[in-house]
């Protein structure tokens, strides 16, 4: 699940849409802060 969600997110940046890029990076970070609630750092897995 995680790999694929950071595969995904790897394309993202590849492509090179910011739009997207940022919308990605919102879902990321809710995804990590529902996950990680104590995480200080939501981009680390």
Do not use: A, D, W
Request: some cysteine; proline content about 4%; glycine content about 6%.
């Amino acid at each position: 699940m995680m790999q694929k969600m950071m595969m995904g997110f790897q394309r993202v940046l590849k492509g090179g849409n910011e739009f997207v890029q940022e919308i990605y990076k919102c879902v990321l970070h809710t995804f990590q802060m529902i996950s990680h609630p104590c995480t200080q750092n939501p981009y680390t897995f």
